[in-house]
């Protein structure tokens, strides 16, 4: 089938940390700070606008100031690595504790980012590698929900009809060969162990840190507070997870104060403004940290005093909310014989419409390059295999149909599949003959595929090849090894 057209694929608008791409484009963000321009008086009123704004972006996320808690987390995280090189099981880890807002998912983001940058620079290596897997724990998380989890971060395609065991093993699989060697877990106290599923989500990590060899990093609120650390599985966790706790900045001994006047000063030097000099902070002593300064947070504002239901405090501009709501919308059909019908096309539409075939498409985690001539089935059993999923999943992650016989690659489907590969369209059709009907012109190639000669594709991971040769072509030229099937 001749593809002429094709829609562009664009990627999903939120690039979260819990993905590979969006952790990636966060590693490999620049950091630098903006320049600040002599003449920003004289810009052109659109020209100004891009400059402040392009300052508000970076004065909006700052930078990470690297805090005594986040050092003493990468050291001890650090010596960590190195103890678990050689360890087959029982693996040691860390958890960060402390209350909200002390920084804790800051200190495990940094330690990713440092690690996945030493990673890169100590030891290039040629392929997908993905040194670490950042997830958060949502509220009353399961077993599966933790595996799904990891299979989100990682790309893989899942179905409803995936299980436990399944996902599981893909995770287990994909992650080994990726090489990963650092997992961070957020939002641990969600896990209660008081319950079935919190025990069952704690022997589910519990079985990763097994099966992986990584060293794994908890982060959560309290957690010596919400029974983690009870029972039996408490006791296993607190013999193998070493604890440090995140707290306020305090600014009561000398190294205190200094500390915090480091973060002020070093906070003052990363600002980009026009009217404030670095060195020219008002005279007296620095200010104290802000929870020092007060005692008491403030509250919310009473749902009662913020509903606008008063004519005297409502202003016009402001419509009160109905009570109400807004009646549904009914679907009309047609009467007589055609009604079922105009149903079920409605029906089918709506369908379409929530799956899209260019959305909702995200590279595997271990892409593999198409075989010169190879069938479009060859190439997605290897892909299937490399990636450890099932060969109808990736056809249902497609948008394909695996009861029907024959693979029909449609343009939505090859916008998925340019997505799923990391490859061009323009490479994906000179190598696969199909995408362009090649493989009907008898003068080129012959109708029928064969297997491949496998001296000359072992070095093509996911199993054995399947290409289409010539007809007049019987044997390898280079090898002398003859085709089956010809």
């Not at 297997?451 to 280079?478: M, Q």
Request: proline share 9%; aromatic share 6%.
């Amino acid at each position: 089938m001749a593809l002429t057209s094709m829609s562009k694929f664009d990627p999903p608008p939120d690039a979260p940390l819990t993905t590979k791409e969006g952790w990636k484009r966060w590693v490999d963000r620049d950091r630098s700070a903006p320049e600040l321009r002599g003449d920003w008086r004289e810009l052109a009123p659109p020209e100004r606008a891009d400059y402040d704004d392009t300052r508000l972006d970076y004065h909006s996320e700052l930078i990470a100031v690297n805090t005594p808690t986040i050092q003493d987390i990468t050291k001890t995280v650090r010596r960590l690595l190195i103890l678990n090189r050689r360890q087959i099981s029982a693996r040691r880890g860390l958890i960060v504790t402390g209350g909200a807002g002390t920084g804790k998912t800051t200190a495990l983001t940094q330690l990713g980012l440092a690690h996945e940058r030493r990673t890169r620079l100590r030891t290039p290596v040629r392929g997908t590698r993905i040194p670490v897997v950042y997830i958060t724990l949502p509220p009353a998380a399961t077993a599966r929900m933790v595996a799904v989890e990891f299979a989100r971060f990682l790309g893989l395609p899942l179905t409803g009809r995936a299980n436990l065991t399944d996902i599981t093993n893909s995770v287990w699989a994909v992650l080994c060969d990726v090489g990963c060697d650092l997992v961070l877990v957020d939002e641990i106290h969600n896990i209660s162990l008081t319950t079935r599923a919190g025990a069952e989500v704690s022997d589910q990590l519990k079985c990763f840190s097994e099966r992986i060899p990584a060293t794994f990093v908890y982060a959560g609120i309290d957690v010596e507070h919400a029974g983690l650390f009870s029972g039996i599985r408490g006791r296993q966790i607190a013999g193998r997870f070493a604890t440090i706790s995140s707290h306020p900045f305090a600014y009561g001994s000398t190294a205190q104060r200094e500390h915090w006047s480091a973060l002020v000063v070093t906070l003052e030097q990363a600002l980009r403004l026009h009217q404030h000099k670095p060195g020219t902070r008002p005279a007296g002593p620095i200010p104290l940290p802000a929870h020092q300064r007060h005692v008491r947070q403030p509250l919310a504002p009473h749902p009662r005093r913020c509903y606008r239901r008063n004519p005297r405090r409502q202003r016009k501009d402001h419509q009160s909310p109905s009570r109400r709501p807004a009646p549904r919308p009914r679907r009309q059909h047609s009467a007589g014989v055609g009604s079922q019908q105009g149903f079920g096309q409605t029906k089918w539409r709506c369908m379409t419409s929530r799956r899209r075939p260019s959305e909702q498409a995200r590279p595997l985690p271990i892409p593999i390059p198409p075989s010169m001539n190879e069938t479009i089935e060859s190439y997605l059993r290897r892909l299937a295999v490399v990636n450890h999923v099932s060969y109808g999943t990736l056809q249902r992650h497609l948008g394909l149909d695996p009861a029907r016989l024959g693979l029909r690659i449609r343009p939505g489907n090859l916008v998925r599949l340019v997505a799923v590969t990391g490859y061009s369209r323009e490479q994906l059709i000179r190598t696969l003959p199909q995408l362009s009907n090649r493989h009907t012109d008898t003068a080129r190639l012959a109708d029928w595929p064969r297997p491949a000669c496998p001296a000359c594709t072992n070095r093509h991971r996911g199993g054995a090849v399947t290409r289409y040769y010539p007809s007049y072509v019987h044997a390898c030229p280079k090898h002398q090894i003859c085709f089956s099937g010809g």
